[in-house]
Structure formats: structure tokens, C-alpha cells
């Protein structure tokens, strides 16, 4: 039977709707009709795809020697499986508690989760995506510990109580079969032994049972007689125990720093006491308490000394040392220091049998922020070089872009000037997590993800085909001076802390030119080059904005801009002399035309890869210090780079290193008062200090920065243990009280009133700065929106306003959000495609710059190039996100670019790259329309006709919410548009005609790094970042999630288990191998009985294990169980024709004796037989 689609039905209705929408201007023109819209509501659908990065906050781990997957469990209930580089999965548990002790079924394909409520589950890895067969939930006890032994189906339970429960992993049901701690421990103690902090079975004897109890003492159980054997007992807290092979040592770590060794037919004292990293007295007293020792493994080896691996333990003395990791092997001690505080260890071995040499070869130290696996075969225990991504969050991400079907040779080229950055030093052996195989999906095109960070830098990822790989690091704290002794702190105005922290990027994949902003006020360009180059002196521009509404600023005399020599000899790019504290004006009067940060004077080294073009730097003005950039766009066929913030716009020129145009956004909505054609400077010229200061505005902007760094910091700077909440002077301003000329008091008790007056008023006013954080701070509520709707016009988005800044005009408050270079028509009566520049404002208004250039070659080097306001496009409500142009056709027309060169090539090779420069759109008949400008802000989108500049489409995206980002994508052979509102809905739209094709309330803003990271990209992809050290990706694409299944890698592969130790002819004889034990009998239903009800809840899963089986994942999972179902068979059938061979044979010797009986006797009477 047709299942009913009722897409298709709202499909329809919005259709007209849209229809509706798009006729209610008299007059539109209908040329839009021609246009074949094929996306469709069933081409979309939205699910997670994978989790790339570090499990935040770890709490546990794993490891199955055979399949060789490691588990590592989160303090927010996460999983995460890794096997070889691309093997990797996520899974989460409903409940989100935090995961206390993970235990592979090796070679089994399933893992039990503890977590802290008390709960523990057991998860089928046999299928692509993990899920939870079983759940047990105790009710009356808090789980401490866990323990499965190897090829066992019975798991053992430790409880805050002391007692050990049982479950058959099969079932998930308790056994009636019960340690009671006070059966376990002496009669005679009269004290609680604490909760249960070990469970391990003797390795040559399953009967005998070793339970840890966290007062110090130990018991050897007898699980046939259900008694103690031995009670082991030292005057420390016990952290954790290992065992010798043999069975006949172990091994405990305590509390004080102290490893005790006791033999277990010798209960009364320990065999040896050592404390590793103590103090040893020459009294013969006993050594110093230390730092307890966490967890201790005792690993053996066939042919030499065994190895002992412990974390913590150090003296108390080493008061800021950082945690160490201790490897004892023979009469050697390592000492290992770790960048984080250790959480978790394992020793790697050869086998998993616990009765045989282990042969250790490896340990996996879980840190806090980073995972390390050591190389315990070579001298000096080296690392391994990490196969995973986990260096997402080596610097807090402060912006992620994403790029979805990018040229194909970027991802070689960055891959080849990043190899260049590798670490050496690493083992040469290969990496030892290695289980699981890749995904066999289709998808091949090649994806990049840029992500810029705290410290300055950014970095270049290859995500093609579901994976993630690092493949070029770019540090662009190196253009500018350091900070040479820890007392001497850079000169940052802004901020105090990462004055080199990424703000905003704008990358043109084609040319590989990428510009970046930084929160400093600073925007640096670069070149791609394979060729390494030194720079003498670093090209640089300094900029004067400033919020003055009726000032128009031109590289005329009196202009903003300061040559490009070298930054000795120009008076603005000196080092500037030590300035006062914040908001105070020094001797000299108030700081102008000196920029954050300095650039470095010395040569500049730079390696292949990305090299600088040209720095420019806002300057301060009259005391006040610059804005943050809000938005920037870069141009490589104009050679132009525009940035803006809440005074206006700045255009550069970066190929003559000249300032074109520095304009207030008041200038570019009315230019009828600047009709002056702005030209680029044939000279350079300094920059004029006789502009009046503007207190009353700038002393509201100034401190907008901190505290929007503040909030951003809160969200992802968890890992670097900043203290988001403190208000204390690092929100700094350096302007003076608003309202008043003379300079501010810097008197250590009026500071902090002074402080706090700045940032409550400028709280006020943050709705009206850059959209970036305009967004993080807004707080919409609807009551706000209808109050809004009602008293403004349809067309514009009223933000509320303050009684302190009533005396700003509207036009002064007006950010700039987004930015567009294209060709298209400036003005109503264009008929013929011009270079022009798109400009979208925090208030919902589009305008138009027109730009003139000239001829390339040399004279794109000597002549000036021409720039035109032309006034305001169309109003929208809410600040501008996107913008974008079609064709007639519909078709999007990415802004032109000019092909990649290496720029230290030689000029011939330059000359024929540049000669491939793409043709230019054609031009429009007369009055006809042939471009659609698509516009979105955070409430509406439009598209309007292009040249005559008619609304077409109008559809209003939210209304009780507003939008955090929004892409026109590529998607199935056609273009819409993706948003993501703050609401937690994603949507998309289809273009022309702006019908919505999905809606799904998908994740809810409940962190300001969600709405920093989000971004779509091409082809039904997006992603954001979901914690601060992981990369969550997702498809809105139905063709993706139908074949997710084969893309998705398999954790699970056919193993054979190797063959248990061959106990020997002596030992067999005489009884001194391994004791085995029927665990059936001692624990199931017949032997122990029935355990209370009350006791634990069993809550089955999704489905049983043959159901999960028969519903496990994908083709390339069902071919795979079929060659092994086939295999099978064909042993059987192998096996069965062996037998039918044999039966032959001996019914043949069977008729021969029988024959030769039959003519023995055959003519002999009865009695002379």
C-alpha cells in the first residue's frame, strides 16, 4: 500500500502562498515563472552524520585486544568508539549521566556502560549505529565497580554498600548468588570496610574471587564454599589492585603514595612496601607520605623484567608539577609528564588472556583534554602519532567555516605545505588502535573546514567522506610583535586576554586568497605560495574610523591613511610610549592613530603555504579605542578587501597597499550628500589628528567588545579554566565618561564605579553592534517583536532604545553585518553588468556601491579605481545575513575570482594564469530583468528583480525568534536557502520563489558556541560545534541519509580469538594450570535462586540481539554476515562430506568382512561351525 506524503500536500498550499506573496506588488514583473524550481520537500531530510574531535570531559575507558577498539565514556553520557584513522562512532545515553567504568565482551562486539545513576547497559556494536539491548537500573544501591571476566557472560558488581551482585549479560537479571560485605570480611571488625573499589578473579583460578575494599582491606573469595579465604589488610585507603599472571602475587596501590605486594598464602604481611617517588630516610624510618597512586597495572613479559605502570604518586613537594605518568621496568623508573591531569590508563597487550605473559607493547593515558599513547618497545618510550583529530580544541575555536565541494587540487596542496609542520620524534611503529573498517558510501567530493582559534591560529581540515584530518596550521600571531618577559604584557587595548584571537574569516577557495580579522581590529590578507619566502618588512595600512555622522573620509588630503613604509619610520607605526590605565588620558594628551598591536620591525620568515600580503590595523581616535570588525569580504579578481563595524566601511586595495574608501553607514544610505567620485591615492599621506573626538558615542562602543568576549569565552573556554563570571577590570574601556570632557579619574576607588557604570550603560546599547554580537547578546521576546511590528513600518526592524543614548541618531547606530562582491546593475537605469558591492547593515538595509576599475596588467597597479554610492536597494526587518544573485535561469552566480598563481613564480607563469580569468555574465536587454538579488536578514527573506529592483518573493522566515545563520547552498543540481534560527529550527527555503521545503526544531540555542560555529555548506551539509572540543556534522539532504548507512565506517569486524596458553604436560599432570568454573551452576536460576525484584528494574532495549542482528546496518554489513554465514556453511558442508566419506568407507570394509564371512561359512553344516 502508497504510504500518504503529506509534504506534497504543503507543498502545494505553500506554493501558493508563495504565489500570493509574490503578485502582491502591482506591477512585478512575472519572468521568475520561467524559472523550474526541482527541489522538492522529500529531497530533504535532517539527521547527524558523525562527532569529530576530543569526548569531552572523559570519565572512562576501554579497550578489546582483539577487535582492537577503544571506548572512552564522557561525564555527560556520551561514547565514543575509535578504531583506525576514519574509524570512528558516537553514541549517547538518554539519562546523560556521566559514564563511571566501561568493560568490552572481547571479540564479541558489544560493551557494558556503568554510569553514575546506577544504571549499567549493554550496547550491540554489530551494527553501524550502536544501541542499547539491555538496561539494569538498581534502586537501592550506588554502583562503584565493575567486572566481567574474559569469556564470561556473568558480570560482577561492586556497591557503595560493600556487597557484589551478579548478571548474566545475556539476560540482564540478577542472580540470587550475593557477597555480603559483612560475610567477607572479619567478624570480628567493627567498623563498615567501605565501598567496593575492586573485583578481579584469579587469573589461574576462576573460583577464587579478589575483592578491594576502599578502607584497605582485601579478600581472597571462595565462590564455590561462599567463603573467605584470605583477608588482606594495610593501614591505607586502597585505590586500585592488579595481579601477576601466575595468580600468585598481586599488587595494591594506596593512598599514601605506597605499592604493597602481598603473596596470597601469606595474609599477614605484606611481601614487599615500596613508595616510588618518596623520600627514602637513612634512619630506616618510614618514607614520607605522597600523593595517592591512582591505579597501578603489572604487566609481564616472556623474556625479561615485567612492567609496572602507575599514575600519581609524586611527592608532595612537587607543588606544581604537572600529573605524571610512572613506567618501573626492572631496575629503571620513567618518569612521564603529561600536559593534562591524568583520568584514565590501559596497558596494551599481546594477549587477552590474564594467565599468560602479557607482553605489554603500548599504554593509553586518557588526559582531560587529549589522548596519548606511549610506545613501550623503544628506548625513551616515545608517542604515537595520533591517527584521530583531536586537536580541535588546542586553542578554544573562536569561528568555523565549511566548505562543501571545493576544488579538487586544494586538499593535495595544503596537505603538502602542512606535512612540513609534522612534530618529530614520534615512534615509527603504527598506530595500535586499528580495529573497524571504512565506510563504502559514494560520496567523494572534497570538503575543507576552516576553524580559527584563541591564540591566532587557523586551521585548514580535509572532512571529505565522513573524516577528518588536519592538513595546514597558519599562525598569524607571528606578523605582529610579542610580549619578550613574563611582567611585559603586549600592548592589547582591547582585550586582554588572546589579543590574536580569530573574529572573522573570508576565504575564496578558486584564488586561495584568505583574509582574516582578528579582535584586535586588526585584518590581515594572504597569498598562497609553495615557495618560502622572507619578508623584510611586513606591508601595512593603518585605518581611522570613527563614528562621526557627518564625515565622509577620501584618500584626499585630510584623509585616513597612512603610507606603507617601513614601521620604523612613520610615526603612527613606532612603539608607542607606555600608556596609562584604563580610562585615563595620559600627559600628552588622549591616545590617537596607534593600533592595538605592533607589527614585528625584523625580517619575517615565511614557509610555504599562506604568506602575507598586507596587515591593516584600526588606529584609535582621540582617545577611544577601535571598533571590533564585525564582517569582511575579499575579492581576488578586483583585488579588494571591504571590512566594516558599527562607524561604517573601509575598502582596500590590497594590490597598491592604498585605503579607497572609509565611509559612515548614515553616508552610504544618503549619498546624495556625497555624490563625489572616490578614487584611490596616487600618494600616500599621513593621517590628520584634527577630527573631533565623538565621546558621547564611542564611550558606549568601546567596552562592547569585552563583554561580548566575555560571553563568548563562557561558552567554549571551559578547557582553558577561564573565569567567565568574574567582572573585574579585564573589561576594559579607555575612553572617557560618556557626557563629559574632562579626563577620567583613575583613582583605585572610584575605578571600579566607574567601571561598572560603563558596562551597565553599554549593556544597553549592545543591540545595536555588529551583527555577531549583536546576536549573542539580543535577547528577543516576543512581546518586544509585536510592539516593534506595530509602531514600524513593514519594511524596517525597530530595536529598542535607551534613555542614555537618545541624543544618537538611528543612522549612527546602524552596524554593518554582510557584504557581497558581484557584477550586477547598480542603479535602476543600468542596463549593462558592473563591478558593484552589496552592503547589508544591522538594520535591515541593502545598498548598493558601485565600483570602477580599471584595464589589468600593469595598469591595475598605476591607475586609480573609481567607487560610487548609490544609495539604499530595499529595507528589511532585522540586521542583513546573507545576500546573494541568480540568473535568469535561477542559477547562483558566485562572484568572480581570479585563478590561483603562485606569486613567486615568474611573471610568465603569472601572465598565463592569469589569462584564464573567467568570462563575465552576459549583460541585460533593454528593460528586461535578467538577475534575482536574494536577501536575507535575521527575520525575512527576499528576492528582488534586478536591474528594475522589484520585490518578487517576500517570506518571513520567524517570528518569535530571530535567525543565527543563513547560506543560499547548492543542493541536488539546484540552489535555496538554509537557516538556523535561535529557536532551534532549521529551515530551508527554495529560490526563486522562497517556498519552505523543511522545518525541523532540531536544537534548541542553549550555547552561545552553537550560534558562533554554526555554518551550512553545500550539497546538504552543515555543522557546528557542540562542546568545546568537538565537531558535530549533519545533512539535511535525504539522498545523505539514505545512504548514511553505507558511508558510516563499521566498528565490528569477523576476528578469530587467539588460542588460550598451552598449560603443559607438567601442569596438566599435576594439576597447575588454570582452574576453570562452572559458572552456569554456582549463579544461575537452579543453583542461587531467584535475586529480589526490588533490587534492580531490567528495562529491555530497542530490540533483543537476534533482532538487532537481523536489523543491522547497510549493504556492506549484510554482504559481509552473508560471506560468513556462506563460510560457515561451507565448513559445515566440508565437514558433513568428511563424515559421509568416512561412513562410506567403513560400510565398505563393513560389506567386505561380511562377504568374506558369508564364503567362509558358506558350505559348512550347523554343527561344524
Same mark, same amino acid.
Not at 742 to 758: A, I, T, W
Given at each position: 500500500?502508497?504510504?500518504? =506524503?503529506?509534504?506534497?500536500?504543503?507543498?502545494?498550499?505553500?506554493?501558493?502562498?508563495?504565489?500570493?506573496?509574490?503578485?502582491?506588488?502591482?506591477?512585478?514583473?512575472?519572468?521568475?515563472?520561467?524559472?523550474?524550481?526541482?527541489?522538492?520537500?522529500?529531497?530533504?531530510?535532517?539527521?547527524?552524520?558523525?562527532?569529530?574531535?576530543?569526548?569531552?570531559?572523559?570519565?572512562?575507558?576501554?579497550?578489546?585486544?582483539?577487535?582492537?577498539?577503544?571506548?572512552?565514556?564522557?561525564?555527560?553520557?556520551?561514547?565514543?568508539?575509535?578504531?583506525?584513522?576514519?574509524?570512528?562512532?558516537?553514541?549517547?545515553?538518554?539519562?546523560?549521566?556521566?559514564?563511571?567504568?566501561?568493560?568490552?565482551?572481547?571479540?564479541?562486539?558489544?560493551?557494558?556502560?556503568?554510569?553514575?545513576?546506577?544504571?549499567?547497559?549493554?550496547? =550491540?556494536?554489530?551494527?553501524?549505529?550502536?544501541?542499547?539491548?539491555?538496561?539494569?537500573?538498581?534502586?537501592?544501591?550506588?554502583?562503584?565497580?565493575?567486572?566481567?571476566?574474559?569469556?564470561?557472560?556473568?558480570?560482577?558488581?561492586?556497591?557503595?554498600?560493600?556487597?557484589?551482585?551478579?548478571?548474566?549479560?545475556?539476560?540482564?537479571?540478577?542472580?540470587?548468588?550475593?557477597?555480603?560485605?559483612?560475610?567477607?570480611?572479619?567478624?570480628?571488625?567493627?567498623?563498615?570496610?567501605?565501598? $567496593?573499589?575492586?573485583?578481579?578473579? =584469579?587469573?589461574?583460578?576462576?573460583?577464587?574471587?579478589?575483592?578491594?575494599?576502599?578502607?584497605?582491606?582485601?579478600?581472597?573469595?571462595?565462590?564455590?564454599?561462599?567463603?573467605?579465604?584470605?583477608?588482606?589488610?594495610?593501614?591505607?585507603?586502597?585505590?586500585?589492585?592488579?595481579?601477576?599472571?601466575?595468580?600468585?602475587?598481586?599488587?595494591?596501590?594506596?593512598?599514601?603514595?605506597?605499592?604493597?605486594?602481598?603473596?596470597?598464602?601469606?595474609?599477614?604481611?605484606?611481601?614487599?612496601?615500596?613508595?616510588?617517588?618518596?623520600?627514602?630516610?637513612?634512619?630506616?624510618?618510614?618514607?614520607?607520605?605522597?600523593?595517592?597512586?591512582?591505579?597501578?597495572?603489572?604487566?609481564?613479559?616472556?623474556?625479561?623484567?615485567?612492567?609496572?605502570?602507575?599514575?600519581?604518586?609524586?611527592?608532595?613537594?612537587?607543588?606544581?608539577?604537572?600529573?605524571?605518568?610512572?613506567?618501573?621496568?626492572?631496575?629503571?623508573?620513567?618518569?612521564?609528564?603529561?600536559?593534562?591531569?591524568?583520568?584514565?590508563?590501559?596497558?596494551?597487550?599481546?594477549?587477552?588472556?590474564?594467565?599468560?605473559?602479557?607482553?605489554?607493547?603500548?599504554?593509553?593515558?586518557?588526559?582531560?583534554?587529549?589522548?596519548? $599513547?606511549?610506545?613501550?618497545?623503544?628506548?625513551?618510550?616515545?608517542?604515537?602519532?595520533?591517527?584521530?583529530?583531536?586537536?580541535?580544541?588546542?586553542?578554544?575555536?573562536?569561528?568555523?567555516?565549511?566548505?562543501?565541494?571545493?576544488?579538487?587540487?586544494?586538499?593535495?596542496?595544503?596537505?603538502? $605545505?602542512?606535512?612540513?609542520?609534522?612534530?618529530?620524534?614520534?615512534?615509527?611503529?603504527?598506530?595500535?588502535?586499528?580495529?573497524?573498517?571504512?565506510?563504502?558510501?559514494?560520496?567523494?567530493?572534497?570538503?575543507?573546514?576552516?576553524?580559527?582559534?584563541?591564540?591566532?591560529?587557523?586551521?585548514?581540515?580535509?572532512?571529505?567522506?565522513?573524516?577528518?584530518?588536519?592538513?595546514?596550521?597558519?599562525?598569524?600571531?607571528?606578523?605582529?610583535?610579542?610580549?619578550?618577559?613574563?611582567?611585559?604584557?603586549?600592548?592589547?587595548?582591547?582585550?586582554?586576554?588572546?589579543?590574536?584571537?580569530?573574529?572573522?574569516?573570508?576565504?575564496?577557495?578558486?584564488?586561495?586568497?584568505?583574509?582574516?580579522?582578528?579582535?584586535?581590529?586588526?585584518?590581515?590578507?594572504?597569498?598562497?605560495?609553495?615557495?618560502?619566502?622572507?619578508?623584510?618588512?611586513?606591508?601595512?595600512?593603518? $585605518?581611522?574610523?570613527?563614528?562621526?555622522?557627518?564625515?565622509?573620509?577620501?584618500?584626499?588630503?585630510?584623509?585616513?591613511?597612512?603610507?606603507?613604509?617601513?614601521?620604523?619610520?612613520?610615526?603612527?607605526?613606532?612603539?608607542?610610549?607606555?600608556?596609562?590605565?584604563?580610562?585615563?588620558?595620559?600627559?600628552?594628551?588622549?591616545?590617537?592613530?596607534?593600533?592595538?598591536?605592533?607589527?614585528?620591525?625584523?625580517?619575517?620568515?615565511?614557509?610555504?603555504?599562506?604568506?602575507?600580503?598586507?596587515?591593516?590595523?584600526?588606529?584609535?581616535?582621540?582617545?577611544?579605542?577601535?571598533?571590533?570588525?564585525?564582517?569582511?569580504?575579499?575579492?581576488?579578481?578586483?583585488?579588494?578587501?571591504?571590512?566594516?563595524?558599527?562607524?561604517?566601511?573601509?575598502?582596500?586595495?590590497?594590490?597598491?597597499?592604498?585605503?579607497?574608501?572609509?565611509?559612515?553607514?548614515?553616508?552610504?544610505?544618503?549619498?546624495?550628500?556625497?555624490?563625489?567620485?572616490?578614487?584611490?591615492?596616487?600618494?600616500?599621506?599621513?593621517?590628520?589628528?584634527?577630527?573631533?573626538?565623538?565621546?558621547?558615542?564611542?564611550?558606549?562602543?568601546?567596552?562592547?567588545?569585552?563583554?561580548?568576549?566575555?560571553?563568548?569565552?563562557?561558552?567554549?573556554?571551559?578547557?582553558?579554566?577561564?573565569?567567565?563570571?568574574?567582572?573585574?577590570?579585564?573589561?576594559?574601556?579607555?575612553?572617557?565618561?560618556?557626557?563629559?570632557?574632562?579626563?577620567?579619574?583613575?583613582?583605585?576607588?572610584?575605578?571600579?564605579?566607574?567601571?561598572?557604570?560603563?558596562?551597565?550603560?553599554?549593556?544597553?546599547?549592545?543591540?545595536?553592534?555588529?551583527?555577531?554580537?549583536?546576536?549573542?547578546?539580543?535577547?528577543?521576546?516576543?512581546?518586544?517583536?509585536?510592539?516593534?511590528?506595530?509602531?514600524?513600518?513593514?519594511?524596517?526592524?525597530?530595536?529598542?532604545?535607551?534613555?542614555?543614548?537618545?541624543?544618537?541618531?538611528?543612522?549612527?547606530?546602524?552596524?554593518?553585518?554582510?557584504?557581497?562582491?558581484?557584477?550586477?546593475?547598480?542603479?535602476?537605469?543600468?542596463?549593462?553588468?558592473?563591478?558593484?558591492?552589496?552592503?547589508?547593515?544591522?538594520?535591515?538595509?541593502?545598498?548598493?556601491?558601485?565600483?570602477?576599475?580599471?584595464?589589468?596588467?600593469?595598469?591595475?597597479?598605476?591607475?586609480?579605481?573609481?567607487?560610487?554610492?548609490?544609495?539604499?536597494?530595499?529595507?528589511?526587518?532585522?540586521?542583513?545575513?546573507?545576500?546573494?544573485?541568480?540568473?535568469?535561469?535561477?542559477?547562483?552566480?558566485?562572484?568572480?575570482?581570479?585563478?590561483?598563481?603562485?606569486?613567486?613564480?615568474?611573471?610568465?607563469?603569472?601572465?598565463?594564469?592569469?589569462?584564464?580569468?573567467?568570462?563575465?555574465?552576459?549583460?541585460?536587454?533593454?528593460?528586461?530583468?535578467?538577475?534575482?538579488?536574494?536577501?536575507?536578514?535575521?527575520?525575512?527573506?527576499?528576492?528582488?528583480?534586478?536591474?528594475?529592483?522589484?520585490?518578487?518573493?517576500?517570506?518571513?522566515?520567524?517570528?518569535?525568534?530571530?535567525?543565527?545563520?543563513?547560506?543560499?547552498?547548492?543542493?541536488?543540481?539546484?540552489?535555496?536557502?538554509?537557516?538556523?534560527?535561535?529557536?532551534?529550527?532549521?529551515?530551508?527555503?527554495?529560490?526563486?520563489?522562497?517556498?519552505?521545503?523543511?522545518?525541523?526544531?532540531?536544537?534548541?540555542?542553549?550555547?552561545?558556541?552553537?550560534?558562533?560555529?554554526?555554518?551550512?555548506?553545500?550539497?546538504?551539509?552543515?555543522?557546528?560545534?557542540?562542546?568545546?572540543?568537538?565537531?558535530?556534522?549533519?545533512?539535511?539532504?535525504?539522498?545523505?541519509?539514505?545512504?548514511?548507512?553505507?558511508?558510516?565506517?563499521?566498528?565490528?569486524?569477523?576476528?578469530?580469538?587467539?588460542?588460550?596458553?598451552?598449560?603443559?604436560?607438567?601442569?596438566?599432570?599435576?594439576?597447575?594450570?588454570?582452574?576453570?568454573?562452572?559458572?552456569?551452576?554456582?549463579?544461575?536460576?537452579?543453583?542461587?535462586?531467584?535475586?529480589?525484584?526490588?533490587?534492580?528494574?531490567?528495562?529491555?532495549?530497542?530490540?533483543?540481539?537476534?533482532?538487532?542482528?537481523?536489523?543491522?546496518?547497510?549493504?556492506?554489513?549484510?554482504?559481509?554476515?552473508?560471506?560468513?554465514?556462506?563460510?560457515?556453511?561451507?565448513?559445515?558442508?566440508?565437514?558433513?562430506?568428511?563424515?559421509?566419506?568416512?561412513?562410506?568407507?567403513?560400510?565398505?570394509?563393513?560389506?567386505?568382512?561380511?562377504?568374506?564371512?558369508?564364503?567362509?561359512?558358506?558350505?559348512?553344516?550347523?554343527?561344524?561351525?
Amino acid at each position: 500500500m502508497k504510504k500518504f =506524503n503529506i509534504r506534497k500536500v504543503l507543498d502545494g498550499l505553500t506554493a501558493a502562498s508563495s504565489s500570493s506573496s509574490a503578485t502582491a506588488s502591482p506591477g512585478a514583473p512575472r519572468e521568475n515563472d520561467a524559472v523550474q524550481e526541482t527541489l522538492q520537500s522529500e529531497h530533504f531530510q535532517l539527521c547527524k552524520t558523525v562527532r569529530h574531535g576530543f569526548p569531552y570531559q572523559p570519565s572512562s575507558m576501554a579497550f578489546d585486544p582483539v577487535q582492537k577498539i577503544l571506548a572512552i565514556g564522557t561525564q555527560t553520557g556520551a561514547l565514543r568508539l575509535f578504531g583506525r584513522a576514519g574509524v570512528e562512532c558516537y553514541c549517547q545515553h538518554e539519562s546523560g549521566s556521566a559514564v563511571i567504568q566501561l568493560q568490552f565482551l572481547i571479540n564479541e562486539g558489544a560493551l557494558v556502560s556503568a554510569l553514575a545513576d546506577d544504571s549499567i547497559h549493554l550496547w =550491540n556494536l554489530r551494527q553501524k549505529i550502536p544501541a542499547i539491548l539491555h538496561s539494569l537500573k538498581f534502586n537501592r544501591e550506588r554502583i562503584t565497580y565493575c567486572h566481567l571476566p574474559f569469556q564470561s557472560k556473568w558480570l560482577y558488581i561492586g556497591t557503595e554498600r560493600g556487597n557484589i551482585h551478579i548478571v548474566n549479560v545475556e539476560s540482564f537479571t540478577l542472580s540470587g548468588y550475593v557477597i555480603m560485605w559483612n560475610k567477607a570480611i572479619e567478624l570480628s571488625t567493627k567498623t563498615h570496610p567501605g565501598p $567496593v573499589v575492586h573485583i578481579s578473579d =584469579n587469573p589461574m583460578d576462576e573460583g577464587k574471587l579478589l575483592i578491594g575494599f576502599e578502607c584497605g582491606v582485601v579478600v581472597l573469595w571462595d565462590l564455590k564454599c561462599k567463603k573467605a579465604d584470605y583477608r588482606y589488610t594495610y593501614d591505607e585507603a586502597i585505590h586500585s589492585v592488579a595481579w601477576h599472571h601466575e595468580g600468585k602475587q598481586f599488587i595494591c596501590s594506596h593512598s599514601d603514595g605506597t605499592l604493597t605486594t602481598w603473596n596470597i598464602r601469606a595474609p599477614a604481611k605484606a611481601a614487599q612496601i615500596i613508595t616510588p617517588h618518596g623520600k627514602q630516610p637513612k634512619d630506616g624510618k618510614k618514607p614520607e607520605p605522597c600523593k595517592p597512586i591512582l591505579k597501578v597495572e603489572y604487566k609481564t613479559t616472556r623474556a625479561g623484567d615485567p612492567f609496572m605502570v602507575l599514575s600519581g604518586g609524586l611527592s608532595y613537594d612537587n607543588v606544581g608539577r604537572r600529573a605524571c605518568l610512572t613506567v618501573m621496568h626492572g631496575k629503571s623508573t620513567a618518569v612521564l609528564e603529561m600536559d593534562y591531569p591524568i583520568v584514565d590508563f590501559l596497558t596494551l597487550c599481546e594477549t587477552p588472556y590474564p594467565n599468560d605473559f602479557q607482553e605489554p607493547y603500548a599504554v593509553v593515558v586518557l588526559l582531560e583534554k587529549d589522548l596519548v $599513547v606511549i610506545d613501550l618497545g623503544q628506548i625513551g618510550y616515545p608517542i604515537f602519532e595520533s591517527s584521530y583529530p583531536l586537536t580541535v580544541h588546542e586553542s578554544p575555536v573562536t569561528c568555523c567555516e565549511y566548505f562543501a565541494d571545493c576544488p579538487a587540487e586544494l586538499i593535495p596542496a595544503l596537505y603538502s $605545505v602542512g606535512s612540513r609542520q609534522k612534530r618529530q620524534g614520534y615512534s615509527k611503529k603504527e598506530w595500535p588502535i586499528s580495529g573497524g573498517n571504512w565506510g563504502q558510501g559514494t560520496q567523494s567530493y572534497p570538503e575543507i573546514i576552516i576553524t580559527g582559534h584563541a591564540d591566532g591560529s587557523i586551521k585548514f581540515w580535509d572532512a571529505s567522506a565522513l573524516m577528518l584530518q588536519v592538513l595546514y596550521k597558519l599562525k598569524t600571531a607571528k606578523v605582529f610583535e610579542r610580549a619578550r618577559g613574563k611582567d611585559e604584557k603586549p600592548n592589547t587595548d582591547i582585550v586582554d586576554e588572546d589579543p590574536f584571537a580569530i573574529q572573522t574569516l573570508s576565504w575564496c577557495p578558486e584564488s586561495r586568497m584568505l583574509c582574516v580579522a582578528g579582535v584586535s581590529a586588526h585584518v590581515i590578507i594572504y597569498r598562497f605560495s609553495k615557495q618560502e619566502v622572507t619578508t623584510e618588512e611586513v606591508p601595512l595600512l593603518e $585605518v581611522r574610523m570613527q563614528c562621526e555622522l557627518s564625515d565622509v573620509d577620501s584618500p584626499d588630503p585630510g584623509g585616513e591613511q597612512t603610507p606603507t613604509l617601513p614601521p620604523s619610520s612613520s610615526p603612527q607605526e613606532s612603539e608607542p610610549p607606555p600608556q596609562p590605565s584604563a580610562g585615563s588620558n595620559s600627559s600628552d594628551g588622549p591616545r590617537d592613530n596607534i593600533p592595538c598591536l605592533q607589527v614585528r620591525s625584523s625580517p619575517l620568515k615565511q614557509s610555504p603555504g599562506y604568506q602575507v600580503e598586507l596587515v591593516v590595523q584600526l588606529v584609535w581616535v582621540s582617545g577611544e579605542p577601535p571598533q571590533q570588525i564585525s564582517t569582511l569580504a575579499i575579492n581576488s579578481s578586483y583585488g579588494l578587501v571591504v571590512f566594516g563595524n558599527s562607524n561604517g566601511l573601509a575598502v582596500v586595495d590590497y594590490l597598491q597597499k592604498t585605503l579607497l574608501l572609509n565611509m559612515g553607514t548614515s553616508e552610504l544610505c544618503s549619498p546624495s550628500d556625497a555624490q563625489k567620485q572616490l578614487r584611490s591615492p596616487r600618494k600616500a599621506r599621513q593621517p590628520s589628528g584634527d577630527i573631533p573626538p565623538v565621546a558621547s558615542c564611542m564611550s558606549r562602543l568601546s567596552s562592547l567588545y569585552s563583554e561580548s568576549m566575555k560571553k563568548l569565552r563562557s561558552s567554549h573556554l571551559t578547557l582553558c579554566e577561564s573565569n567567565d563570571g568574574s567582572n573585574t577590570s579585564e573589561d576594559r574601556c579607555k575612553s572617557p565618561t560618556s557626557g563629559s570632557t574632562s579626563p577620567c579619574n583613575s583613582d583605585d576607588e572610584r575605578k571600579p564605579k566607574f567601571m561598572e557604570k560603563v558596562k551597565f550603560k553599554s549593556r544597553r546599547f549592545s543591540r545595536t553592534v555588529a551583527s555577531d554580537f549583536a546576536k549573542m547578546s539580543r535577547k528577543i521576546s516576543s512581546s518586544v517583536e509585536q510592539k516593534a511590528e506595530q509602531d514600524g513600518k513593514d519594511n524596517s526592524f525597530t530595536r529598542s532604545r535607551s534613555s542614555s543614548v537618545t541624543s544618537i541618531d538611528r543612522e549612527s547606530r546602524e552596524a554593518i553585518s554582510s557584504f557581497l562582491f558581484c557584477e550586477s546593475f547598480p542603479r535602476k537605469a543600468d542596463t549593462l553588468l558592473s563591478p558593484c558591492l552589496l552592503v547589508g547593515t544591522t538594520q535591515g538595509s541593502v545598498m548598493t556601491v558601485a565600483l570602477s576599475l580599471p584595464p589589468g596588467g600593469d595598469q591595475r597597479l598605476q591607475q586609480p579605481i573609481g567607487i560610487a554610492s548609490c544609495g539604499t536597494l530595499v529595507q528589511l526587518k532585522g540586521g542583513i545575513l546573507t545576500m546573494a544573485l541568480l540568473d535568469a535561469a535561477g542559477t547562483l552566480l558566485p562572484p568572480s575570482y581570479e585563478p590561483w598563481y603562485d606569486p613567486n613564480a615568474s611573471d610568465e607563469e603569472k601572465e598565463k594564469v592569469r589569462r584564464r580569468r573567467p568570462a563575465s555574465p552576459p549583460s541585460s536587454q533593454e528593460g528586461q530583468d535578467c538577475q534575482f538579488a536574494v536577501l536575507c536578514s535575521e527575520k525575512q527573506a527576499k528576492v528582488v528583480a534586478m536591474p528594475s529592483q522589484t520585490c518578487l518573493h517576500k517570506h518571513n522566515i520567524t517570528e518569535t525568534s530571530f535567525v543565527l545563520r543563513v547560506d543560499v547552498v547548492l543542493m541536488g543540481g539546484a540552489n535555496c536557502i538554509a537557516c538556523f534560527c535561535a529557536n532551534g529550527h532549521i529551515m530551508t527555503l527554495s529560490l526563486p520563489s522562497l517556498r519552505p521545503l523543511l522545518d525541523v526544531n532540531y536544537l534548541p540555542l542553549t550555547d552561545m558556541r552553537i550560534a558562533r560555529t554554526f555554518c551550512f555548506s553545500n550539497l546538504g551539509q552543515a555543522l557546528y560545534l557542540t562542546s568545546p572540543a568537538e565537531i558535530q556534522r549533519i545533512t539535511y539532504s535525504q539522498e545523505t541519509c539514505d545512504n548514511l548507512q553505507e558511508m558510516l565506517s563499521e566498528l565490528f569486524t569477523p576476528v578469530e580469538t587467539p588460542e588460550a596458553p598451552n598449560r603443559g604436560f607438567f601442569k596438566g599432570l599435576f594439576g597447575g594450570g588454570a582452574q576453570s568454573l562452572d559458572r552456569e551452576d554456582l549463579f544461575g536460576e537452579t543453583g542461587a535462586g531467584k535475586a529480589s525484584r526490588s533490587l534492580a528494574q531490567h528495562i529491555p532495549g530497542p530490540g533483543g540481539m537476534e533482532g538487532m542482528k537481523g536489523a543491522a546496518s547497510g549493504v556492506v554489513g549484510e554482504l559481509a554476515r552473508a560471506r560468513i554465514a556462506l563460510d560457515e556453511r561451507g565448513q559445515k558442508l566440508g565437514e558433513l562430506d568428511e563424515r559421509t566419506a568416512a561412513m562410506m568407507a567403513s560400510a565398505d570394509s563393513f560389506s567386505k568382512h561380511a562377504h568374506d564371512m558369508m564364503l567362509k561359512y558358506k558350505d559348512k553344516k550347523w554343527y561344524q561351525l
